[in-house]
């Protein structure tokens, strides 16, 4: 008759060093999954919908530990962003660096700046990448809330003045003031350009400016299709009856002001298809 040995009693030292790795665990998935649905614009979200619950739960290990969406916002993102800041921080130490910084308005109507920085060096591909380092929420958009925003994130990084070598912005004067009222000063290596893709947009829109008539024709055939999707589909069907040879039929591009290069694409689009334009109007008259 064998004997059992009796049950020996966790002691209160190992049961906090279990209870410290299952914790250590726990985080780390959950970082990890934030690291990477945030990496690949996957919003947080996701993780409560029924399919990803499952799948995590099945497939991944650990996975039934990943809280949902609001526990995931509150206790872990702010972790992986400061991590994410810091690995970028490393990234950037002792390096030369292009500076690019634009201000926009949001869906409220508040003055947003994006600041971006750039290490001068190529990396495995030939690209030099910009990383953006901060967004700023300006009370009022101006030279001095501008340069103040842009110091106080190389601050941040740790980028000595002296390796800063280029200040990018777009036309505007408040951003040209920047740079020659205070950033200049402070970053004694550096240089200011202007974005060539603002310089192109307003090469774009002089070009475009003088086409009264043809920027109103474009606007009127526009117009024709706003809200009438069944004249959209007649419209897909007589083009793919006189290109019956393309793939598939487009819509006429809108020109959006804020890409120059529409304009033209649309210009392209009438002056391939006007020819037709009559026949088909004439078709929507008779019904």
């Known amino acids: 008759m064998s004997v059992q040995e009796p049950t020996r009693q966790v002691t209160i030292t190992e049961a906090v060093a ?17 690291a990477t649905c945030t990496a690949l ?13 499952k799948f995590l739960f099945e497939n991944v290990t650990n996975g039934g530990a990943i809280p949902g969406f609001h526990q995931l916002q509150e206790k872990y993102l702010g972790n992986v962003y ?37 290490p001068l060096e190529k990396d495995e591909s030939g690209r030099i990448l910009a990383y953006l380092a901060d967004t700023v929420f300006l ?8 340069s103040v925003s842009v110091v106080k994130c190389l601050q941040e990084y740790d980028i000595a003045n002296e390796d800063v070598i280029v200040f990018d912005t777009d036309n505007a004067a408040y951003m040209k ?13 550096s240089l200011h350009v202007t974005c060539m893709a603002h310089i192109m947009n307003l090469i774009g829109d002089a070009f475009r400016r003088p086409f009264d008539q043809l920027n109103s024709f474009m606007l009127s055939f ?27 039929a487009t819509m006429a591009p809108n020109p959006c002001a804020t890409r120059w290069n529409s304009w033209f694409k649309a210009v392209q689009y009438h002056s391939e298809h006007f020819k037709l334009y009559k026949e088909f109007i004439e078709m929507e008259i008779k019904g």
């Open 41 to 53: 614009n996957i919003p947080l979200s996701k993780s409560d919908h029924p399919a990803m619950r």
């Open 18 to 34: 279990r209870k410290s790795i299952a914790s250590s665990e726990r985080n780390k998935i959950c970082e990890d999954w934030v």
């Open 222 to 248: 526009s117009q024709m299709f706003y809200h009438a999707g069944s004249r959209k589909r007649r419209y897909l069907q007589f083009m793919s009856g006189k290109h019956p040879t393309r793939q598939k």
């Open 139 to 146: 009370e009022q958009c101006n030279h001095s809330t501008v």
């Open 82 to 118: 400061l991590k994410e800041k810091e690995a970028l921080r490393k990234r950037l130490a002792k390096k030369p660096v292009a500076v690019i910084f634009d201000e926009t308005p949001d869906v409220e109507g508040r003055c947003v700046l994006n600041i971006l920085i750039a």
């Open 177 to 189: 003031k920047a740079y020659t009222a205070a950033l200049q000063s402070l970053f004694p290596n």
